[in-house]
């Protein structure tokens, strides 16, 4: 559950497995009170499908914070859900 209002869960996709590593650190160096959970989303590559693997804690996430990680190389989309 988000710990403040307004605060609303993250869906990563990726467009390549290999980007989780930046995106993790990016998420473990943000700061801010409104935190909420975050999903990474890759495509297998074997059959395409979408999987979303859930990171199982809130992370700080602001407007900042979703701009960031568009800006990782390997991150195709950053919605919120």
Do not use: K, N, T, Y
Not at 23 to 39: D, I, N, S, T
């Amino acid at each position: 559950m988000a710990a403040d209002a307004g605060a609303m869960s993250l869906r990563v996709h990726l467009d390549r497995a290999e980007a989780a590593a930046s995106v993790a650190a990016l998420l473990a160096r943000a700061q801010g009170r409104a935190r909420a959970p975050v999903r990474i989303c890759v495509r297998d590559p074997s059959g395409g499908q979408e999987i979303d693997i859930e990171l199982g804690q809130d992370f700080a996430v602001s407007p900042q914070i979703r701009s960031a990680l568009r800006a990782v190389p390997g991150v195709e989309m950053v919605e919120e859900i």
